[in-house]
């Protein structure tokens, strides 16, 4: 799944350079674990990632698997994977795996 990653304007000025950057991918089945990520720095932005096996969380859970998945970027100020208050995220699009185009999302919403 190829994901362009950008941050609005609007919040550009919440978001350190080297804050952590998650571009996930969930499946439509409601597990909260990730099927696949990329973890890069807010200094990489915007950016393109093309999510693949190879990220895969659990080797029983492929990407590959599956036919459409739910795409997220968040922005976390402390490094960690969970979502806390203050962190940045992005809309969830659906995304057909194996689709040549790519998903945009915008980072431009606070967490609570």
């Given at each position: ?11 550009g ?56 998945v ?11 994977a ?31």
């Amino acid at each position: 799944v190829i994901v362009a990653v950008s941050l609005s304007a609007e919040l550009g000025g919440e978001a350190d350079a080297d804050d952590i950057l998650f571009v996930l991918a969930r499946a439509e089945d409601g597990l909260s674990m990730p099927v696949a990520v990329a973890r890069l720095r807010v200094a990489d932005l915007p950016a393109t990632v093309t999510l693949n096996d190879a990220m895969a969380m659990m080797p029983s859970r492929l990407l590959s698997v599956f036919k459409e998945v739910q795409i997220t970027a968040r922005i976390s100020k402390t490094g960690n994977a969970i979502a806390q208050s203050g962190d940045l995220t992005s809309e969830v699009k659906s995304a057909r795996v194996g689709s040549a185009d790519p998903v945009k999302l915008t980072i431009n919403q606070l967490v609570q």
